[in-house]
């Protein structure tokens, strides 16, 4: 099976100006979950959709948001970009079935803000 | 809340020898996983080992074994034979089992220096 994606992998923007990130997960998995890395505050996360629903969200401002689509494929978009948002952008997937709950990563987005 | 303490910020081990990360948390819950993942400088988060809270026996896989000590709520990863490819930076982390929902719990991580 094809490993989790995420597209662009690279990302250069400008302070204020908004950018969306995206994930495929595995084939048949429905859970996604996004997480934030930087140097300072480690990993931390973002949200988790689960069939087109966000059933968690970390504390993070209303200017990060998310999406599921019905192909379990999930976007995530950043509005107004601030300087501190300059990180790797890591999201993950997971099966949710019968005590499978690792959540396997994809090659994250580096997001530059300028 | 959780939370996942890795104290040792680096390691060092030589090649073909033992080391051991360890991991401690907290929680009041009773259900849960705990994971291990691998981050090498491609910065591609890998899945180590897993293990959950209802289970006695330590998990291991190939040359990567756990010590895990739910009363002293400790979740240590030892690894065997070490490899110039086991050189990375080391993740604890922690899932809640009955809510379930997405969020990992990760520690600070532990960079792992393998010397030949």
């Known amino acids: 099976k094809a490993g989790v994606t995420q597209t662009p992998r690279y990302l250069i923007k400008t302070r204020g100006q908004q950018v969306t990130l995206s994930c495929s997960p595995i084939s048949g998995h429905r859970s996604v979950s996004w997480y934030q890395q930087t140097p300072g505050q480690g990993l931390q996360f973002l949200f988790e959709y689960f069939s087109e629903t966000q059933r968690n969200k970390g504390n993070f401002p209303g200017r990060f948001s998310g999406r599921q689509f019905s192909n379990s494929r999930s976007e995530m978009n950043v509005s107004t970009l601030e300087l501190g948002d300059s990180a790797l952008y890591l999201c993950?997937?997971?099966?949710?079935?019968?005590?499978?709950?690792?959540?396997?990563f994809g090659p994250g987005t580096r997001l530059t803000v300028t | 809340a959780q939370t996942v303490t890795q104290s040792q910020p680096e390691m060092s081990v030589q090649e073909a020898e033992t080391v051991t990360l360890s991991c401690t948390y907290d929680t009041s819950e009773s259900d849960y996983y705990l994971f291990w993942y691998k981050q090498p400088p491609s910065r591609q988060m890998i899945l180590v080992i897993r293990q959950e809270a209802y289970k006695q026996q330590n998990a291991t896989e190939n040359r990567f074994s756990v010590n895990f000590q739910k009363a002293a709520k400790s979740f240590s990863l030892k690894i065997s034979d070490s490899q110039l490819g086991d050189a990375a930076m080391y993740f604890c982390?922690?899932?809640?089992?009955?809510?379930?929902?997405?969020?990992?719990?990760f520690g600070q991580g532990t960079t792992l220096q393998v010397k030949p």
């Open positions: 982390a922690y899932l809640h089992g009955s809510s379930n929902t997405g969020k990992l719990i």
């Open positions: 993950a997937s997971s099966l949710v079935f019968q005590g499978s709950y690792e959540q396997y």
